[in-house]
């Protein structure tokens, strides 16, 4: 009797290290060391290409949770940037874009730090759809991004004609910001807050020699900013005159 109930033991202790197995891989968690999916368990609604009638079948709120690796010296982290899908970006902001009030066509460039937006409109306060426009994309990408928009219609070719360029080619960023200074004679929208103007810039992204000033605006006025803000209260040269 003592060793059938040993060999019991035994065959149940197995049995549960095998189910802590198959749990550890079942895990994201454990497996990716960062990321914890809640709702994992439909896998096909991560799938762009999938049925209408499929991704739109879950009722369910969508939760993911990161965190730092344990490890020192891991830099997974920085994967998140490097993973994001800019047609995926792009395709999103239009769709949302063309959804808004007097906005009827939309063309979306995402590169690695800003976000083209050439829209038509029939609109009769340009000011107000263009800060529509402009909220929408930055709604979507993280929040390092700068965002440009424009309601003149034939820069809407130009924007397209970006998609073909290789972000690492010798003329990309000039031709970009070619670009972007001919948006920037459109409405810009609001201001965002006191350290970031029309397009999401802070003084230390103002770059004469590299990139456009915001909203072609001459930086000659001393404004005082905010000290939480990312200007931490230093005195920089910026016109906010409309």
Do not use: W
Request: aromatic share 4%; net charge positive; glycine share 4%.
């Amino acid at each position: 009797m003592k060793k059938l109930l040993v060999i019991a033991g035994l065959c149940t202790v197995t049995a549960l290290s095998g189910c802590s197995k198959d749990n550890g891989k079942n895990d994201v968690y454990e497996e990716s060391g960062n990321t914890i999916n809640v709702n994992n368990k439909r896998h096909e609604l991560y799938n762009e290409g999938a049925g209408r009638s499929i991704r739109n079948a879950s009722t369910n709120y969508g939760f993911v949770r990161h965190q730092k690796s344990p490890l020192m010296n891991d830099n997974t982290a920085n994967d998140h940037y490097t993973a994001l899908d800019r047609e995926q970006l792009a395709n999103i902001i239009s769709k949302y874009s063309a959804n808004i009030h007097h906005v009827n066509d939309v063309a979306t460039l995402v590169t690695d730090q800003e976000v083209l937006i050439a829209y038509r409109t029939d609109t009769k306060n340009r000011n107000l759809t263009a800060d529509q426009v402009k909220k929408t994309a930055f709604s979507v990408v993280p929040r390092y991004y700068h965002v440009y928009v424009t309601d003149n219609a034939t820069l809407m070719r130009d924007v397209q004609n970006l998609a073909s360029l290789d972000s690492n080619s010798r003329h990309a960023r000039s031709t970009v910001n070619s670009v972007i200074k001919q948006m920037l004679k459109s409405p810009q929208g609001a201001r965002l807050n006191a350290s970031e103007d029309e397009n999401g810039r802070t003084p230390d992204d103002l770059d004469i020699k590299n990139t456009p000033n915001a909203n072609n605006k001459n930086y000659n006025n001393t404004k005082s900013l905010d000290k939480n803000t990312n200007g931490g209260g230093k005195n920089t040269n910026m016109n906010n005159s409309k």
